[in-house]
């Protein structure tokens, strides 16, 4: 059982910055990847960053260059800085991690519950 807590949402106006953040927590399950994804209204869900441990970060390339993911494997925490936000990044970011419960279990995802980024003038 795997609980995900995302934090740093907010509103801010084009050109400025935001860093969300993401704690994972609980029991019986052994993550191998974390990452970011985001959907707004009438839009698909997109992967926005991801980072598969002893991986290098993948990005989606609208926000290459300015969004930087990081993390810390040992606390299974992860973060999204964003930088130079344009309207275009307004959306409901969540959390992800990937994994499973042994070594013979089932890969899956846990999903955080989304942090509102909107970004106006």
């Known amino acids: 059982q795997v609980q995900l807590v995302e934090s740093g949402g907010g509103t801010v106006q084009p050109g400025g910055s935001l860093t969300l953040s993401c704690a994972a927590s609980g029991s019986g399950f052994t993550i191998y990847s974390m990452g970011w994804y985001r959907q707004s209204p009438g839009k698909q869900r997109e992967l926005v960053a991801s980072?598969?441990?002893?991986?290098?970060?993948e990005y989606l390339d609208s926000v290459k260059g300015r969004f930087h993911i990081s993390g810390d494997n040992r606390k299974n925490t992860i973060d999204l800085q964003m930088n130079n936000l344009q309207a275009e990044d307004t959306a409901v970011y969540y959390c992800?991690?990937?994994?499973?419960?042994?070594?013979?279990?089932?890969?899956?995802?846990?999903w955080g519950q989304g942090t509102q980024v909107t970004v106006s003038a």
């Open positions: 992800v991690a990937g994994g499973r419960e042994s070594d013979h279990g089932s890969w899956r995802a846990s």
């Open positions: 980072n598969t441990y002893g991986g290098i970060p």
